[in-house]
């Protein structure tokens, strides 16, 4: 079975990191581009990063540069999105997403179930 689950969510104070994992079973992760996104209650969703699969390289949604890096270890068949300096605003479900193709906004082949994160005092 082909998926994708996300894991590390929970509930920080402002200010704190959290390391999200997405790992894939019964594909392998070197040859797609993985995208992060969240989703606000009563907002649409947005994507938060991406990683290409060729070159690594990462992009980022202004709201998140400075303080979110992405990562990828194929070895693990895992991606992580390294998420410091958390604010409220911050606060969503996330979603990882795989395409074997190249990052963009909306057309993805797998996505994971999500995982909530909660940044609160």
């Known amino acids: 079975q082909l998926q994708l689950v996300e894991s590390g969510g929970g509930l920080v104070q402002p200010g704190g990191s959290l390391r999200l994992s997405c790992a894939a079973s019964?594909?392998?992760?070197?040859?797609?581009?993985i995208g992060w996104f969240r989703q606000a209650p009563g907002k649409e969703r947005e994507g938060v990063s991406c990683?290409?699969?060729?070159?690594?390289?990462?992009n980022y949604a202004d709201s998140v540069k400075g303080r979110f890096t992405m990562s990828r270890d194929n070895a693990k068949n895992t991606v992580y999105l390294q998420m410091n300096s958390l604010k409220p605003e911050d606060t969503a479900i996330y979603y990882c997403?795989?395409?074997?193709?190249?990052?963009?906004?909306?057309?993805?082949?797998?996505w994971g179930q999500g995982t909530q994160v909660t940044v609160s005092s």
């Open positions: 019964g594909f392998t992760l070197d040859y797609y581009a």
């Open positions: 990683i290409e699969s060729i070159g690594g390289s990462t």
């Open positions: 997403a795989a395409v074997a193709g190249v990052c963009n906004e909306v057309l993805y082949d797998y």
